[in-house]
């Protein structure tokens, strides 16, 4: 089903659809055909084609993935491959290219090179259908801090389509399977850091999504708080057979989570395995840490690039505290 706008509800710039009051917006484009961004929510579920799932092909298959800022390459050929049911993680220091690489999978970046296929769909020619197929929790937080639990992830169920007469059960459904339901109808803006990334997954469920997008989801959380979102993604995958693609920097956690890795560096993807297999290529008693500072160890280019990433990690997490 369909993915979740980016980049924060709380920034986002009002609009009505059909007397839904939402603050929702695409950036950077709806995908091709939809130039300048603004997608009505109505049409993302149902505008595009009917997915076709076809059994044999990957949740995600990037092939020579590249995208350009300017004159700045910032995904250099990359080829991507997340099998059905497995839960996959992009690793890579800051500025790799991990939530550039996100943000063509999920149609919110126009593909100008390069193929990305979610379930054997064509992202750049089908981004509506693509968009059905997947859920997503953005890098920057989305839940609107004015609006209930609840009130949050129904908005996600309108915006989506879910049919009206199972919207209430499938909001509350999805409440339950990240250990939501008491603190429901309580504002977002009471949510401890933990909760709000939670609320986020449940928004990113309601839909039902095949492939579930998730871009540092525990980042700026205790090691509590971060263990019990791991486990309901663990849940909810093992519920509904689900595919994750999950980008994180708390390498323990890939360890432990994680089927597949690959580690992205420069925008090019440098290795790509199981966990234990890259820990062995490194040698006996190496660590995740070691396989990383092998592929990624010259770190950024250039110091101005390092500080606007440290910003933006620093407002997401004291948004988070
Ligand atoms: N909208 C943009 N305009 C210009 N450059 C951008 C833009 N978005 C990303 N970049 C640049 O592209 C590169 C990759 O950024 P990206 O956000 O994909 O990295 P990342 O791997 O997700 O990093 P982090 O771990 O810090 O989230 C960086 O050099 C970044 O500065
Ligand atoms: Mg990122």
């Known amino acids: 089903m369909g993915a979740k706008p980016s980049a924060g509800l709380l920034r986002g710039r009002g609009q009505s659809y059909g007397g839904c009051r939402v603050r929702f917006r695409w950036p950077g484009g709806g995908g091709e055909g939809q130039p300048?961004?603004?997608?009505?929510?109505?049409?993302?579920?149902?505008?595009?084609?009917?997915?076709k799932v076809t059994p044999a092909v990957p949740a995600l298959r990037c092939t020579g993935l590249r995208h350009?800022?300017?004159e700045y390459v910032a995904v250099d050929g990359v080829d991507l491959e997340v099998r059905r049911g497995e839960v996959f993680g992009l690793l890579g220091p800051n500025g790799a290219g991990k939530t550039t690489t996100i943000r063509l999978v999920t149609t919110l970046l126009p593909i100008r090179a390069g193929s990305v296929e979610v379930f054997g769909l064509s992202a750049r020619r089908r981004p509506l259908g693509v968009r059905?197929?997947?859920?997503?929790v953005p890098q920057q937080l989305s839940a609107d801090a004015a609006l209930t639990g609840r009130e949050n992830v129904a908005l996600f169920a309108r915006l989506f389509d879910v049919p009206r007469a199972e919207r209430a059960d499938r909001v509350a459904e999805a409440l339950a399977s990240v250990g939501l339901s008491e603190a429901a109808d309580r504002l977002a803006a009471t949510y401890s850091g933990g909760m709000v990334r939670r609320l986020e997954l449940a928004q990113a469920l309601v839909s039902a999504p095949r492939l579930l997008i998730l871009d540092e989801p525990t980042i700026g959380l205790d090691p509590v708080a971060r263990a019990g979102v791991w486990d309901r993604i663990n849940q909810v995958r093992a519920g509904g057979g689900m595919s994750v693609l999950v980008t994180t920097h708390y390498?323990?956690?890939?360890?432990?989570y994680c089927d597949r890795i690959a580690l992205m560096h420069r925008g090019r993807v440098r290795a790509v395995g199981t966990p234990a297999q890259l820990r062995a290529e490194q040698g006996p008693g190496r660590t995740l840490d070691d396989v990383f500072r092998a592929h990624t160890g010259d770190t950024l280019a250039d110091s101005s690039e390092r500080l606007r990433n440290v910003r933006a990690t620093r407002r997401t997490a004291r948004r988070l505290g």
């Open 36 to 51: 300048g961004g603004g997608v009505s929510p109505r049409r993302c579920p149902s505008g595009g084609q009917p997915s």
């Open 68 to 70: 350009t800022f300017g």
């Open 132 to 136: 059905r197929l997947i859920g997503y």
């Open 251 to 256: 390498l323990d956690e890939a360890d432990q």
